[in-house]
């Protein structure tokens, strides 16, 4: 996929570790102008209190070939995003990509009730992962939607038919309302953009291997099959660059407007597109989720990769 972004300028909001940062990098890769954006920097960690910043993204963006730039960012207060789009304006003159992909994982009860959980944290976690979203739509899309071809990301966590036939209980309401609605939020988005040449989806990766999920089961990327603490579904995980992989093909897609409006999945787009995880392999990991591990069959998680 070198070269094949090369003068697009994208947009990951939410790019400090995880999804946001493997997007980053693969559009980097294809040789994009990435603008990664978190609130994590070298000088000031946010809440997360986790040890990757933006600045990480930028280096690792541009050397895999694109052109890094971090910007420390807030994407709930809407001075700050106003403020970035406009530099992105001043400096490039355009924006082809806009990945969404703020969270808030942090901001979770796990296993309660909503009526047991912490209210602060929840309504937290609708700020970040609906609200932010909403606000950085607003401000970017205005500039996104000047040339046709545009592309709009929505990350959730499950497509929409899981989220139709599954009410995931772990997770709890917050989380569930949170990510149901990046379905609804690329619809609008995507219809709105329609007349003028743009197109907006919602995507999920599947189990993600990402720093903190990683670091939870004792691993790293280079040892992650090893891990004695996982239960046996961490075999369909797939990378954070498998996610952007499936980013970049859409963005480099002359036909991408098929997409628009759907719910995808990085595991759906691998066998449409034809590429792979970083181990060569093509995880699809909610269709082992929805074919063995809720309905409680037998299943290897090797013969869905």
Known sequence: MAGQLHGKVALVAGATRGAGRGIAVELGAAGAIVYGTGRSTRAQRSDYDRPETIEDTAELVTRAGGTGIAVQVDHTDPEQVRDLVRRIEAEQGRLDVLVNDLGGEHLMDWGKPIWEQDLDKGLGRLRVGIEAHMITAHFALALLSKQ???????????????????????????????????????????????????????????????????EHFGVTEENWRESTTAPEGFGIAESPAYVGRAVVALAADPDVARWNTQSLSSGHLAKTYGFTDIDGSQPDAWRYIQEVEWVGKPGDPADYR
């Open 148 to 214: 046709p071809g545009g592309l709009v990301v929505e990350l959730t966590d499950g497509t929409a038919e899981v989220h139709e036939q599954y009410y995931r209980s772990e997770c709890g309401a917050f989380f569930d309302i949170a990510k149901t609605a990046m379905h609804r939020l690329a619809r609008a988005e995507g219809e709105e953009l329609r007349e003028f040449g743009g197109t907006a989806v919602s995507l999920t990766p599947g189990w993600l291997r990402s720093e903190m999920m990683l």
